[in-house]
Nanobody, 113 residues
């Protein structure tokens, strides 16, 4: 069983930055098999960033050039560095372990002046 715990969300002004962390525990075989999703009020959950089979990062178009996904295998942790944040980035951000479809509890990101 896989457990995921996200942290790092908060309130930030437009143009600001946040770094989200997702610590995984349990039966993690491949830390690359992780993804970040987000869900804004009244909208469907969408994939924000993940790794390809070869380990390269992949992003939804709306965050390209602003967000960076990275991993620390030794710590079983995946990060999402978010720069140049916009109000439309406001959402609950979730990490997901793809092989077992495990989800964390989510962390709220609010971008507002």
């Amino acid at each position: 069983q896989v457990q995921l715990v996200e942290s790092g969300g908060g309130l930030v002004q437009p143009g600001g930055s946040l770094r989200l962390s997702c610590v995984a525990s349990g039966s993690i075989l491949r830390i690359n098999a992780m993804a970040w999703y987000r869900q804004a009020p009244g909208k469907q959950r969408e994939l924000v960033a993940t790794f390809t089979g070869g380990g390269s990062p992949r992003y939804v178009d709306s965050v390209k050039g602003r967000f960076t996904i990275s991993r620390d295998s030794a710590k079983n942790t995946v990060y999402l560095q978010m720069n140049s944040l916009k109000p439309e980035d406001t959402a609950v951000y979730y990490c997901n372990y793809i092989p077992t479809n495990a989800w964390g509890q989510g962390t709220q990101v609010t971008v507002s002046s």
